[in-house]
C-alpha cells in the first residue's frame, strides 16, 4: 500500500462558531483565534507518552497513534508538542521517522530500537465509518525507556497526555510512571483510548488516579462505567460520579457527529451539538478534539469554548482521510462560517431545543 507523506502549511486565522457554555446557558458567539503550522515562538509546551504506529487502512497505509496525532494537532495549533515513543530500527520506522521530521514535529524523545520492530495496526471501518482495530503486540513502543532528556521534558511540560494503550507493557509502563512523577506541575491529560485487549482494570484505576482531566467516547464511558461498578443513568451522570471518585478537573465525552459533552469539578457543564458532515473517516477526529481542547485550556479558554474548538476540529478531520492531513485556514474558516445542519445527542436534546 503506498505511503503518504503530507506536508503542513502555516496558517493563522480567527474562527468564530456558536457554543453552550457554563452550567448549560446559551453562550455567546465566541472569537477565538488558532494558529496552524510553524512558528518562532511556541507558547505551551504539551508532551504526548505513547505510540506511534503505522496504520494500515482499506485503501493505504498512513502514520498515526493517539498520541502522535495529537501532537501533530497541537503543534500545528502554535504549542510546542514533544511526542515520547519508540520506533523499530527498520523501514517503517525509518519511513516514519522521515513523515515526522517532514510534518515539522521535533524528535528529540523518539527512540530507537534494534530488537523490536515499529507498531502496525490492522485499521477498518464499519457501516457508520467507525474504526476498528486489529493492533500488533511486542513492538517497539512497548519498550520506551526513561532517559534524561525524557526527565527534563516531563519536568517543564506544561500539560503531558498519555492512555492505557502503552501501558500494556511492562517497560513503558514503568517508564510512564517516572514520567508523571516528573511532571509534577503539569496538566494530566488522559485520553483512555480502550482498546481490545490493551488494557485492564489496573491500568485504567491507575490512569484516572493520575489524570487532571479524561476524555473518552460514548461507549468507553459505558465501559468504564461497569468495569468500576459506577452506576448511571446518563452520560451526566457518569461524568459527576468520576470526577467526584477520582477528583478529576473536567470529563470530557465526545458523542461522534453528536457532538461532545464537558462536566468540571465544580459543576459547569457543557453540551454542543454535532455537525453532519460528509465523513470520510473518522481516524483521528477524536485526537483533534483533545488538541483544541487542551490548547484552549492551556490559553485560558472556558470549558464551553474548548470544548466547541475541539468538537469544530473533530468535524473538520472527519471530512479528510488520514488524520495528520494538514488543515488551511480557509477550510476551518469556511466550515464554521457556513450554516451547517446540527446532530443532537438525545440526552442532550432539551439542552438546546429552545435555542434551535
Known amino acids: 500500500m503506498p505511503l503518504r507523506p503530507v506536508p503542513s502549511r502555516g496558517i493563522l486565522a480567527s474562527c468564530v462558531w456558536w457554543n453552550r457554555c457554563g452550567s448549560g446557558e446559551l453562550g455567546d458567539w465566541q472569537t477565538l483565534s488558532y494558529q496552524q503550522g510553524y512558528h518562532p515562538v511556541m507558547d505551551k509546551t504539551i508532551v504526548a507518552f505513547g505510540e506511534v504506529l503505522w496504520d494500515l487502512l482499506p485503501s493505504c497505509t498512513v502514520l498515526g497513534g493517539a498520541p502522535f496525532n495529537f501532537t501533530y494537532r497541537v503543534n500545528s495549533l502554535g504549542d510546542r508538542g514533544l ?14 521517522f522521515d513523515h515526522i521530521v517532514l510534518l515539522g514535529l521535533d524528535t528529540r524523545l523518539l527512540q530507537w530500537d534494534d530488537e523490536s520492530p515499529t507498531g502496525t495496526v490492522q485499521v477498518s471501518f464499519d457501516a457508520k465509518n467507525n ?8 513492538v517497539a513502543y512497548d519498550r520506551i525507556s526513561f532517559t534524561d532528556d525524557l526527565a527534563e521534558a516531563a519536568e517543564a511540560a506544561d500539560c503531558l497526555c498519555f492512555g492505557t494503550l502503552a501501558q500494556r507493557a511492562s517497560t513503558s509502563r514503568a517508564t510512564l510512571v517516572e514520567v508523571l512523577e516528573r511532571a509534577s506541575t503539569a496538566l494530566k491529560f488522559l485520553d483512555i483510548n480502550l482498546r481490545k485487549d490493551c488494557f485492564d482494570d489496573r491500568s485504567v484505576d491507575f490512569s484516572l488516579g493520575q489524570a487532571d482531566i479524561l476524555k473518552l467516547n460514548e461507549d468507553e464511558a459505558h465501559a468504564i462505567g461497569r468495569m468500576l461498578e459506577i452506576r448511571h443513568g446518563s452520560i451526566d451522570d457518569f461524568c459527576k460520579t468520576i470526577v467526584d471518585e477520582y477528583g478529576l478537573r473536567f470529563c470530557l465525552v465526545t458523542l461522534g457527529d453528536k457532538g461532545a459533552f464537558g462536566l468540571s469539578c465544580d459543576g459547569q457543564r457543557t453540551y454542543t451539538p454535532g455537525y453532519k458532515v460528509a465523513v470520510a473517516d473518522s481516524l483521528g477526529s477524536g485526537d483533534a478534539f483533545s488538541a483544541g481542547f487542551v490548547h484552549k485550556i492551556l490559553h485560558g479558554a472556558s470549558l464551553g469554548q474548548a470544548v466547541a474548538f475541539g468538537n469544530v476540529l473533530g468535524a473538520v478531520v472527519a471530512t479528510q482521510t488520514g488524520a495528520t492531513v494538514s488543515m488551511a485556514s480557509e477550510d476551518l474558516d469556511r ?6 445542519e446540527r446532530s443532537i445527542h438525545p440526552a442532550f436534546w432539551a439542552d438546546v431545543r429552545e435555542d434551535l
Do not use: C, T, W
Not at 511526542?83 to 516514519?96: K, T
Not at 474504526?131 to 511486542?138: A, D, G, K, L, S
Not at 466550515?335 to 451547517?340: N, S, Y
Open 131 to 138: 474504526p476498528e482495530y486489529v493492533i500488533v503486540p511486542n
Open 335 to 340: 466550515f464554521v462560517h457556513q450554516k451547517r
Open 83 to 96: 511526542m515520547v515513543s519508540r520506533l523499530g530500527r527498520d523501514n517503517l520506522g525509518q519511513q516514519a
